[in-house]
């Protein structure tokens, strides 16, 4: 499965909501997908106090340059 990572964040997008996005991917594989693009820069975590937590991702500046030099360079991700 392909996974447009600029597509799919193109905005602040709660956990829930991203799950519900890609059904196929059960919640431990994506959740340790998101902590590795986190731990690249790519995406950024939003933690929100509230009970319960409300958790809420969206790519970050760099993330978003990286992916359209990918783009640019017709390389797939």
Wanted: hydrophobic letters at 40%; one cysteine or more; glycine letters at 2%.
């Amino acid at each position: 499965m392909k996974l447009s990572i600029k597509l799919i964040l193109g905005y602040q997008i709660p956990l829930s909501e991203l799950q519900n996005k890609l059904p196929d991917i059960n919640q431990p594989i994506l959740i340790r997908q998101l902590r590795e693009l986190e731990q690249d820069k790519i995406i950024e975590r939003t933690v929100y106090p509230l009970v319960p937590p409300k958790v809420a991702f969206s790519i970050c500046n760099w993330g978003d340059e990286f992916l359209d030099t990918l783009k640019n360079k017709k390389l797939k991700y």
